[in-house]
């Protein structure tokens, strides 16, 4: 019989970081199969910084657990299941994490109508003298459409969001191609980071049509921010050593009762892009299945004309400021605690402004 | 000819705590009249806690203008004018401060219509023994009915909101009652602090007939969290000695076209609230001249179900953390970050939710 | 062939506190036998607080290696080798962790001399209701006096640290245990937790004859500094449900090159007590495998005549401060960052005070 | 008669940054004569950082004060008085200000001694353009030599310690300089102010004779940490226009019974090089009247072959890390909490270690 990709997202809470109780249960109760988990993206309570080590306690905790179900090491698994942490439940943040799986349905997609789809794919091993280069973002433009096709989108309208890990050269690395006498995209590891991540938005909007290449060019990082894609949310770590890419949107070709629906947000205060959304994605009726959200504390240093003081802290980093704040926004839209809220957006979405996207599954 | 209150809020913006030269111009270009300010409040942008050494900045600062314009001497000015600033700028707030001022019109009020009144008044010392017990609250109750009086309020439904500062007992305070054979209400001057603002708000909801004195003990302090009054805001600290209040309302006796709305919020993420209180102040059409909001985290660790994570963290201070989503929310209602919002709220509106005003002036 | 006990302390780093790679390659090239590990004192690079999780990532990462190597699940190791760590490397202090092992040799103990022993034990189950009290300091008594047979030191005088895990209740528990008529030593979680620290420290006195029973009441725990232990050093936590001891000492009956010496520090800037401890310990001669440090924010706010501010500071946690400023002193003499240095010392040596124990390897 | 020079420094206390109580107190016993004081140089309890207005509460209150006394208004009193501050009391360091005065007096210098003393001097405005270049040392260079002259100190090893306030551009002169077609240092207002205080290093190197002119370049600045000056404390802000040098040395020309002694530590843990300078002051029999020292976290994240955590953490700033760890080591030397420990100290003493300068009283 003939059979249909069908995709579903499970939101489920933890009690600390090393907490994968919900989702033990999940299998056990046989509502998630481990073999058919493609992703996950949560947040845990740490700082969200340099020194979260939330993440990797999550992350060591899940594949823990995982390999209890999967005949694989918890190694092996790390590098298969992308797991998307941002750290950092400010205000009214709740621990939580969101399980995508994708499975097979005899039940074929309704006429006319398009469910939520979703598709992995990697780059080949970026170098560190690579980094946060034109080399990065058109192996990145590769390696959206590739996902895409994973996903069977066609059309650049129908994705939504893309999550995007991006490699980042530890010091070591960075001392070895100094000395083989390449030249690095920054000497600041700081900055490096943010290159890597602007290379990582410029290829999803390359793929999305966002922007055509002769708009790019390496003086325009992290200076011009008219340059930026509305899809992209881009974190980057030396914990990866390719681009791994997550492609979220809605397809004909799928079935099920899941949608992703995903709007941007001019700039910290805007209820109305968020209310819209809610408008829109039917949030009120149907059952909300992930809230994620891309953020960033304005450069400009001010909001609508006034000055607020996240970028001058010494006491609190100015994006735990930002994810309290548009947390607080778009939590009390859906009436729940439990959204992704992640900073680091530079070229993601308009300066001072933002990415949102909501999953939700009609009753 | 005879001459009729009117009242008038100025929200003016600083570039440092020590900055007060919004005022300074408003005085030299005669917008302001220096006799005129009965109070003032304001957000500094310090962390809110005790060691905020920001709020005795800006309030020196203030002291140092005033005193170039009337004959006084800081000192002096300072036991006048009451200051209430709430230190922590968290996320897109924005450090600012509301000048309430109060003059004479020939203009009379229009028939059928009130508009924004203000009182103040203040008890007798507090003693060290005295602070958050029964005679506290009693006090208090006389006070906040003499402010009513002086802003010519009878009807408590026309009262929207009070402010309080009550006195908290030094060490050496507290030392010399107990070698007096005295008892305190509590040796921790944390928990004293706490007490001493039950006890200014139910004097608050006693005025207004929120509570009667007979639901009212010492034992429910701090532990029947029902017993709450909806329209004060209390903060306390060493540096009064008395009770100073300020109340906020509208009037059928007074004149102008300033005014001012109320709401309490059921929780954290009550938009609907806030959106219903900006349709009632027509804050959308009028120019909108002061927010004040009063908060506090959820004692019971979850906000509609789901954990927070504010009480347990020891990187960010709790209050810092619900200001934070508060003010993003309420911000992005209004569409700006000058937005008052003040923590410790026990007993002030619904265990984990809040308070909101707002001063519009009509166009 | 007649066989003797003896212990050895190897300290080790670590790159993130997940990261247990310097012990697997100890046990790979046989310098460590994962059999013989009693115990792991240890610093992760955390904030030491409620929301610090780096204890829990480490923790979880070394019993995940220890499985590799021994024939149980990460429970039951969890639960057969304490692994006791205090979070916060502020300052100069370097993320470290020291590894006990005890075994036999055939080498006796040399003549009039004394070498380092190593004891544990535990008490049975500590009830909700029991945490706190007389019965808590009395079966802490027992456990210590039985840990001291494990180490074979028969004097007290030769116990130099005693390192304590007690338990704490949650607020599950505390809610049963009242719903059945019991009453809690605190309904406070955090005075719970304090408490729970002084009953263990005024059991490692009873048992060194540091206190006597007569002297201990419960009127005294966090009131009178004077009755404290200068050789216990306890943490509390609800991750354990009895008391677990670890004896430290030196006892003729054990054989080896290490021993442990240790003193007390009258506050915390006492130089002299610890430069006169590297001169009793030989420890500029000797290699030097561990540094461990108890210490305390002063609670009457002042160091010897002149204020401090760790208690008031709303931004930076008073126990970061303190460790952060013993660590400096402590690490400037030993010359090594590597230095174990908690909070949470009350009755642990003098009010403001602190312990340090060395541990040295003759050459 | 004739008249000598003579210099005093009086440590005070502070109860906030606001309270000058204790120089009021000194002035109206007569101990300290207002006209007499040349620069004031202390310690808040801020965070030290961009956001720490602790520094500005206590200049406005100290000019408060002095305008009291002196015909000047604080603005005046401002511009001619140097206060230097440093925002950050961690662990067991305590909020105090070390007045320093200079008088004349009949008695003659003792032969063969030298005695404490200081002067003062001031570069022209240094330009937007300028600051960070060659021009800026070299003015600061003439400027260390003429506050020699002022102190009456011929001899450079005679100088002690130099503490200079270099100015730094404001976003808007930076969009001036740029739009009249000027370069700047650098376009990030953090590193502009790091440039600042290196070229004021080098400007106290080079009138100290620790380095010449041909060792110096712009490519030098920030990278090669070996070209330092053992006696430079730099601070840097946009509150000063002009280089402000305050020279503190021993001169034979002066009178009086302080004098000031200094040294440099290798790296953060170099108790010995604190040891000895007490052993030379003679710290222990004398009146110690003021402790400053300038430190910064070792840059290649390790300290004595151990990695350190201070540059990772977004909880806590690397500064307040370092001056917590170097105030705990230098305190327990001198036993006293009443230190002045500042950060940033780019090519000030030798990369991660420190300076350490005392002024005491004979008896």
């Known amino acids: 019989m003939k059979q249909y990709p069908t995709a579903k997202a499970t939101r489920l809470t933890m009690k600390h970081p090393g907490d994968l109780s919900a989702l033990d249960q999940e299998i056990i109760e046989g509502r998630i199969k481990s073999a058919d988990i493609v992703a996950i993206i949560g947040k845990t309570e740490g700082n969200g910084g340099v020194n979260d080590f939330t993440r990797g306690y999550f992350t060591q905790s899940l594949m823990l657990l995982l390999s209890k179900y999967l005949d694989a090491t918890i190694e092996e698994l790390a590098e298969k299941i992308p797991c998307v942490l941002s ?177 941007s947000m001019v700039d910290a205060l805007d209820l109305d892009a968020v209310l819209k959304l809610r408008e829109t994605s039917k949030a009120q009726t149907s059952e909300v299945c992930g809230v994620l959200v891309k953020c960033e504390p304005d450069r400009r240093g001010q909001v609508r004309g006034f000055r607020h003081t996240m970028l001058d802290d010494t006491d609190i980093n100015a994006q735990r400021h930002i994810r309290g704040a548009l947390g607080g926004l778009v939590a009390s839209v859906f009436g729940d605690g439990r959204i992704f809220v992640s900073g680091g957006a530079e070229h993601q979405g308009p300066d001072g402004g933002g990415l949102v996207a909501v999953i939700t599954k009609r009753p």
């Not at 290449?213 to 990082?221: I, V, Y």
């Open 87 to 263: 750290g950092g439940t400010e205000g009214v943040l709740s621990p939580h994490y969101v399980v995508l799986t994708r499975s097979q349905t005899e039940i074929p997609p309704a006429s006319g109508d398009k469910a939520l789809a979703l598709g992995v794919a990697m780059t080949r091993p970026i170098e560190a003298w690579e980094i946060g280069t034109e080399t990065h973002w058109k192996l990145t433009l590769e390696a959206v459409k590739r996902a895409m096709e994973d996903a069977q989108i066609s059309n650049p309208d129908d994705v939504s969001f893309v999550q995007l890990k991006c490699p980042c050269f530890t010091v070591a690395a960075a001392k070895q191609a100094v000395a083989a006498g390449k030249s690095l995209c920054s000497g600041d590891p700081n900055r490096a980071m943010a290159l890597s991540r602007v290379a990582g938005a410029w290829g999803v909007a390359l793929a999305l049509g966002e922007l055509s290449e002769d708009q790019l060019s390496a003086e325009a990082m992290l200076s011009d921010y008219s340059l930026f894609s509305n899809r992209a949310s881009v974190s980057s770590g030396v914990e990866v050593s390719a681009v791994e890419v997550i492609v979220l949107g809605n397809s004909p070709d799928w079935s099920g009762h899941y949608q992703i629906d995903a709007t």
